[in-house]
């Protein structure tokens, strides 16, 4: 088992930055893939960026060039840098680890951005 807690959301203007993390409560070394999804208001969860246990890392075409997810395995902690946000960022980001018997979600963190 492991919990997982993001942080760093908040109200930003168009343009600006936030750094989202997650924290999880045990070693994150058993975890191969860890991603960030972002669920905007009245839509579906949508995969925004996975990285590997090597450091690969793969991102949704529209944050492609402005967002950069990276671990910190002896932190514990997996980010989410997100620069030129747009409104369209607007939504809750969920932390995402995928074990091997199953997968593993934080309570998410609110991001809104003003025009």
């Known amino acids: 088992q492991v919990q997982l807690v993001e942080s760093g959301g908040g109200l930003v203007q168009a343009g600006g930055s936030l750094r989202l993390s997650c924290a999880a409560s045990?070693?994150?070394?058993?975890?191969?893939?860890m991603a960030w999804y972002h669920q905007a208001p009245g839509k579906q969860r949508e995969l925004v960026a996975v990285?590997?246990?090597?450091?690969?890392?793969n991102y949704a075409d529209s944050v492609k060039g402005r967002f950069t997810i990276s671990r910190d395995n002896a932190r514990k902690t997996v980010y989410l840098q997100m620069n030129s946000l747009n409104p369209e960022d607007t939504g809750v980001y969920y932390c995402?680890?995928?074990?091997?018997?199953?997968?593993?979600w934080g309570q998410g963190t609110q991001v809104t951005v003003s025009s």
């Open positions: 045990r070693s994150i070394f058993s975890f191969n893939v």
């Open positions: 990285i590997s246990s090597g450091g690969s890392t």
């Open positions: 995402n680890f995928r074990g091997v018997i199953r997968d593993y």
